[in-house]
């Protein structure tokens, strides 16, 4: 059975479940215990869909990756001289050099990295290997595909525009009234991440041992989870300014009556309390236990404001917008906004260096891999924020 099989499948229980539920509520709007019971059963199937769903996506991700080629296919045709060789660091020669420095405890270096030597004693990344890393980052981060990356080499100044002109009536033949359209600005700078991963000195030296991919997924993951707590609830101090922050990040629109729970009508007026032109690029992001509550929501007119996808690869929607999740993302709270507003700024490139002394005697190498950047939410009202009332659930 396919995923759009199964996906169809559950969508059709769910539909059915809801119908269930419709018809067999009593005078007082409730479930008999049978009725209950039934419609629990309905539910726990549409959770097992969903965890075959997952499972097999993931399934068939290791499957595309299994399938990808070992090598560099030959797509160009007998040389003529008509394409221009790499250089530098996007060189093949730069590549090899360094993978031959890794595994050989840095004894091996070519005279090649000394064209990516940087300003701290370590070597530049080759130009394929930064690029991967990127898309590691890309893929695992749910910040970094809905906000707005600038990659800067110095402090980056974003302007603001604080005030704008307004309208005014007057009188025939009466006086001007003029307003100061005035500016702001927003700088990103720059602040450092390091992920350290050691490996015994056997792995490096076994061409069995996948080193390349290995260094770039860990290194990739560890990065990824810091950016995104970061970019979620970083203070500034030493780190991004998170959209969750007491101060800088959205704006909280919204306090719920409970301090454990939250209700289908917090989640609506959630919605309408951000600006009507935001709206049009909004989603949602919360934590996984939210959306546990959120799925058995139901709008003023009875229906369910949770609308599972129906399409591989798309989120779920709630009253239409869709649906992102993050273990990063405080049990507390849900953010509604366009996400565009949050510009994260990338410093310079990634470097790997090599940790000579730290485990010199007991046959392990460690590495390095670090990077500089900076996040900020620059128009707090592009984001609106719900939060539990504050208490012992909170």
């Not at 995923?3 to 509520?25: C, D, G, Q, S, Y």
């Not at 007057?170 to 005035?182: H, K, R, S």
């Not at 009875?302 to 690869?313: C, K």
């Not at 849900?334 to 990634?350: K, L, P, V």
């Amino acid at each position: 059975m396919t995923i759009m099989e199964l996906r169809e499948k559950r969508n059709k229980v769910w539909e059915a479940a809801k119908a269930f539920v419709e018809t067999k509520r009593d005078k007082d709007g409730l479930l008999s215990a049978e009725d209950a019971a039934s419609y629990a059963e309905m539910e726990q199937k549409i959770k097992d869909y969903g965890a075959e769903i997952e499972r097999m996506e993931q399934m068939e991700s290791i499957e595309n990756a299994l399938n990808k080629p070992v090598s560099t296919p030959l797509t160009g045709k007998p040389m003529n001289g008509a394409e221009k060789p790499k250089t530098g660091r996007a060189s093949d020669e730069y590549k090899a050099a360094m993978l031959n420095a890794l595994r050989t405890n840095f004894r091996q270096i070519s005279n090649v990295l000394s064209e990516g030597i940087d300003a701290n004693g370590g070597y530049l990344v080759p130009e394929e290997y930064d690029s991967r890393l990127i898309d590691a980052l890309t893929e695992e981060n749910i910040i970094r595909k809905l906000g707005h990356t600038i990659t800067t080499s110095g402090e980056h100044k974003i302007n603001i525009a604080a005030t704008k002109p307004a309208a005014a009536w007057i009188d025939e033949g009466g006086a001007l009234t003029f307003g100061d359209a005035t500016f702001a600005q927003i700088n990103l700078d720059a602040h450092k991440l390091h992920v350290a991963v050691k490996v015994t000195e056997e792995l490096l030296y076994d061409n069995a041992f996948g080193l390349e991919n290995y260094i770039i997924e860990q290194f990739g993951k560890a990065l990824s989870n810091a950016e995104e707590d970061a970019f979620l609830n970083g203070d500034g101090v030493g780190k991004p300014l998170g959209i969750f922050a007491e101060t800088g990040g959205g704006e909280v629109a919204i306090t719920a009556a409970s301090a454990t729970a939250i209700t289908a009508d917090e989640v609506i007026n959630l919605v309408y309390s951000l600006k009507r032109p935001y709206r049009k690029n909004a989603s949602f992001v919360m934590n996984d236990k939210t959306v546990a509550q959120i799925r058995k929501f139901k709008d003023n007119n009875g229906a369910y404001i949770w609308q599972p996808s129906y399409q591989a690869g798309e989120p779920d929607r709630i009253l239409g917008y869709s649906v992102h999740t993050s273990e990063y993302v405080p049990e507390n709270a849900i953010a509604f906004g366009d996400y565009s507003y949050y510009n994260i700024g990338d410093r310079g490139t990634r470097s790997f260096k090599q940790l000579t002394e730290l485990f010199a005697g007991n046959g392990m190498i460690g590495y390095v891999a670090k990077e500089r950047v900076d996040g900020k939410l620059i128009l707090p009202e592009a984001v609106q924020i719900l939060k539990m009332k504050a208490g012992s659930g909170s």
